[in-house]
């Protein structure tokens, strides 16, 4: 009986390995792709319409090699803008984290699939969050 009790905990314990494993690699799938932004709440209020005003024909696109690219105008018919970095997930894919030569931003996932990206950007005082759609 003793046997069959350590046996079950080694399998709970492998599934729940290999669940996490999923977990993060299904996190790592999803986020390859081009977004754009859908919509930004700042305290509680949309502020889409000022958000996207300084960030016009705003995109990033993540790539398999934990790179990104980010493209937009400062205003419209603006010069084109381009950073480019390297993205990584932390905390079990709870966090993304973009860094570029400029700065380092962390931002708490709330929802990634492969229809909608929603964060909280965690790098300011501001209570941000940002969704995010396939471009």
Known sequence: MKRMRKSILYVVI????????????????NIQATWRIERVVENGQDVTTEYTATRV?????FDGNNGFVETYQQFSGGDEITISGAW?????ATQLILTDNNQQ???????????????????????R??????S
């Open 14 to 29: 492998a599934l729940i390995a290999v669940g996490c494993a999923t977990a993060l690699e299904q996190a790592r799938t």
């Open 57 to 61: 024909n705003y995109r990033i696109a």
């Open 88 to 92: 990584d997930f932390s905390d079990k």
């Open 129 to 134: 969050q940002i969704e995010f759609v396939p």
């Open 105 to 127: 931003r962390i931002y708490r996932i709330d929802k990634l699939d492969d229809n909608e990206m929603n964060l909280t950007d965690k790098t300011t005082t501001i209570d």
